[in-house]
């Protein structure tokens, strides 16, 4: 998982503020949170000396493009499509008590993970516990995947 | 126009029956709830098998009439495969194999077929997946992988599901444990409950676990941390609803010991109530070895001899093959490929008649190829499941091939 301070090594670190952030580190939350992108930052974009570092920040924001609003990223091509996430996520639970809940595939369309076509896929995601203001750490997607196919940024 | 209907997977023994197919002009169009092997199922073959006889394209009536012929001849054929046939096909398989005087045998012959042997003798207990779901509390997965092998074992039924008397799923109601030589997929899932053994070592980890629930203090030839077993043993007497899912790396290893196996389930039961289920692997594999059983009395490894059967380690394909076999009919297998390369060698040389929906390493040697539709694709029956509930399979689209049981009631009429 990309951490902030990974990011922020490889910023400019001058505080220029011509993204429009008051601070590199600001413009890194931004890059994190998916509000800004990377191409905003024009001395990254325009300076030599920053071409090795805008090279990397390409290659480890680039999973971040495909995440979702709560930052769930699910690699399909690890995903084997075992619906452990289907069945352990308390969301698909309580609004699929009698589907999800008990194995079986979902019976309606409330719940966040479903398997289609052999890989798991994501809907609903606004119902995640990660998100909202009352947003909790949850795992209960995570630890349960064998092939570490979901993630949060 | 697209139709949604609910289907039976045959991707393996798990049979999940809820998976829902989109299908619109005889073509699938979408499958939701299947895993990965359920999809790949339902894809199909990468390259359609054709009739061929010696190599050359035929017509499948001459490809039948071929098959027949080179099985009449022979003195010794043996009929092998079966565990991706229906019901039906198994059957029609046992009535060919009284016909000809000739040895039958499955994949079972090397995988679960000892552990299901004593399953329907009565010697060990059992359970269906579904009591599994309501009932179990502690799991252990021996020598078994299910996250690599069965996908959605642990989310359908063993681990990760809300039961009747599991209302908190695993969380805080079920303990899963895996007992293996390498840290699996399943193994990462159960954390702690992974107990891990050198190679070959199942049987005196066996043995150790039953001084440990009588306790007494095991003792191990291999560096493991006795107070480990003992607290294993512990949490396996308090079960209430305990399950031993017997993968391949258990039954390999206690094979020349399977009373052992059945020792180990009755101390277990002295104290708490344990069943066991084999972890089967190809959809039907247990069917092959319910109907043999309702027909001679032996699950694998028969001959059928003056209107009798016999059951016997040289019935075993694997012995057969070494010394005995003229002919070989394999039905939805690909010994040459599965089978120690050393067999294969030799089954390269007897003569092979392959009946299968796809090109595979054995129709590339085999003199008689005969393509049958896919079973639980292309047509229904009956199957059964790992833990032997007889279930019912559809068929999703229209196929261009007959059935494998219509092929063998065919060369069955050939050769009356």
């Known amino acids: 998982m990309t951490s902030a301070m990974e990011i922020y090594q490889l910023l400019p670190k001058t505080n220029c503020k011509e993204c429009g952030e008051s601070t590199c580190m600001a413009f890194d939350v931004a890059l994190l949170s998916g509000t800004k992108r990377f191409t905003e930052c024009p001395p990254l974009m325009n300076e030599d000396k920053y071409s090795d570092s805008k090279q990397k920040l390409e290659e480890i924001l680039k999973p971040l493009e495909g995440a979702e609003e709560t930052g769930l990223i699910i690699h399909e091509e690890l995903c084997s499509g075992c619906g452990n996430c289907v069945v352990a996520c308390p969301v698909n639970v309580a609004n699929d008590s009698h589907g999800s809940g008990r194995g079986l595939g979902p019976t309606n369309n409330k719940v966040i993970f479903r398997v289609v076509d052999g890989k798991v896929k994501a809907a609903n995601v606004k119902e995640c516990r990660r998100f909202g203001k009352d947003k909790i750490l949850c795992r209960a997607c995570i630890d349960p995947c064998p092939t570490e196919a979901i993630e949060f940024v | ?416």
């Open chain 2, 1 to 416: 126009m697209t139709e949604t209907v609910t289907w039976t997977c045959t991707g393996c023994a798990l049979l999940c029956e809820d998976i829902q197919v989109s299908i619109g002009d005889n073509r699938i169009e979408q499958v939701e709830h299947a895993c990965i092997k359920g999809r790949a199922r339902i894809l199909g073959c990468n390259e359609k098998a054709i009739p061929t006889v010696n190599g050359v394209n035929a017509k499948i009536d001459d490809a039948i009439k071929d098959a027949a012929r080179i099985l009449m001849e022979a003195k010794n054929p043996l009929l092998y495969g079966w565990s991706n046939s229906t019901n039906e096909a198994q059957m029609a398989g046992i009535e060919l194999a009284r016909t000809l005087g000739c040895v039958i045998d499955s994949t079972s012959s090397f995988c679960q077929g000892i552990t299901i042997n004593e399953i329907l003798n009565g010697t060990i207990p059992t359970c269906t997946l579904d009591e599994v779901r309501e009932k179990a509390d502690v799991m252990v997965f021996w020598g078994a992988d299910p996250m690599s092998s069965h996908p959605r074992h642990m989310s359908k039924y063993s681990y990760f599901p809300r039961g009747e008397l599991r209302q908190r799923g695993y969380e805080d109601d079920r303990t899963a444990i895996s007992i293996d030589v390498w840290q699996s997929r399943t193994a990462k899932i159960c954390k702690n409950g992974f107990h891990r053994i050198p190679p070959g070592k199942d049987i005196e980890f066996m043995r150790g676990l039953i001084d440990a629930l009588s306790g007494r203090v095991p003792k191990l030839s291999f560096d493991y941390d006795v107070k480990r077993i003992l607290e294993l043993a512990a949490t396996l007497k308090k079960a209430e609803f305990g399950v031993i899912f017997a993968g391949l790396g258990l039954v390999y290893s206690i094979k020349e010991d399977i009373a052992l196996l059945s020792e180990f389930m009755s101390a277990l039961n002295q104290f708490c109530s344990f069943s066991l289920i084999p972890m089967a692997g190809h959809f039907n594999m247990r069917g092959f070895n319910h109907n043999l059983h309702e027909k001679t009395g032996h699950i694998y490894r028969v001959k059928f001899d003056d209107g009798g059967a016999i059951s016997g380690v040289k019935y075993s394909v694997i012995e057969q093959i070494k010394s005995g076999a003229d002919a070989v009919l394999v039905v939805g297998s690909d010994p040459i490929a599965s089978l120690p390369v050393s067999i294969s060698r030799r089954l390269k040389d007897i003569p092979i008649i392959l009946i299968d929906p796809c090109m595979n390493l054995t129709s590339q040697v085999a003199d008689v190829t005969i393509p049958c539709s896919t079973s639980g694709i292309e047509v229904g029956g009956t199957a059964v499941r790992m833990d032997g509930k007889n279930m019912d399979i559809t068929s999703l689209v229209q196929g261009d091939n007959m059935s494998d049981e219509m092929i063998i009631r065919r060369i069955i009429e050939e050769v009356e």
